[in-house]
DNA sequence: GCATTAACACGTA
DNA sequence: TACGTGTTAATGC
């Protein structure tokens, strides 16, 4: 709904940022130790990362696809602008998940917006080698068909949450969709977000947001940290269709 | 009534 | 010190 900080920097400096990934890195991306050792070792040579700043841009819409994206640590939102200059965020990425396949099966132009909201570390595969793979590898396609059709409910269960007023489910799907295990394999039962990021995500005030994480840790389903949060109750997050019994 | 913005104190990295 | 959190007061739909 909102932006936050402006800005920083554009995706073409972001280019100019990358570098070969670590070990470390590396095992942070899920699909890569699916392939054949000839593909991925294809895709190990082609891979590239960058530190984005928070506000800095990944990719907006209009622009032509050049990268498939993942993140392999930090926190970024997608959203898009309408006409009249307003943002419309539709999720947030955190660390594991893999965004943009759709666009760059296309190869068209971005029809979003992808935004760091805190520093982060985004890794790059480039459409020319993301088709490869597609080409040569059946694990390859497997992971992206996986891909798309999760993300498929995601956004079925995000035009759920959008019809939702009470802010207290709003908060407790918007996290729901965040533990998603299969889109964000890096993320454990402890996600690192602020309770500001979280309020752009669900579109809501901060302290709104912080008095529904209330809730929910009064109601034993999360635990709330400095600076994130602990899932006890991962059931319980995604089944929450009413709440404020309780006070 | 309920959510939002603004502002502040306090604790943590 | 800078940032994140918890809380209150004023304001708006």
Redesign the pocket.
Known sequence: M?TPRTASATDATLHQRRRPLTPAELDAIPWLNLLAPADRERAVDDLRIAEAEPGEYMCRMGRPVTYWFGVIDGLLKMSSDNAEGQTMTFTGVPPGGWFGEGTALKRETYRYNIQAL?KSLVAGLHVDTFHWLLDHSIAFNRFVMNQLNERLGQFIAAREIDRM????IRVARSLASLFNPVLYPGVGEVLR?????L?YLA?????????A??ALEAQAVIR??????RVLDLQALRSKVFT?PLT
Request: aromatic share 4%; no cysteine; net charge neutral.
């Open positions: 909102s805190r007023t009470n802010p207290d977000i602020t309770q500001q990021e309020a579109g809501l005030s901060r302290q709104r947001v912080n008095e994480l209330n709330v940290e400095y600076g994130g949060l404020r």
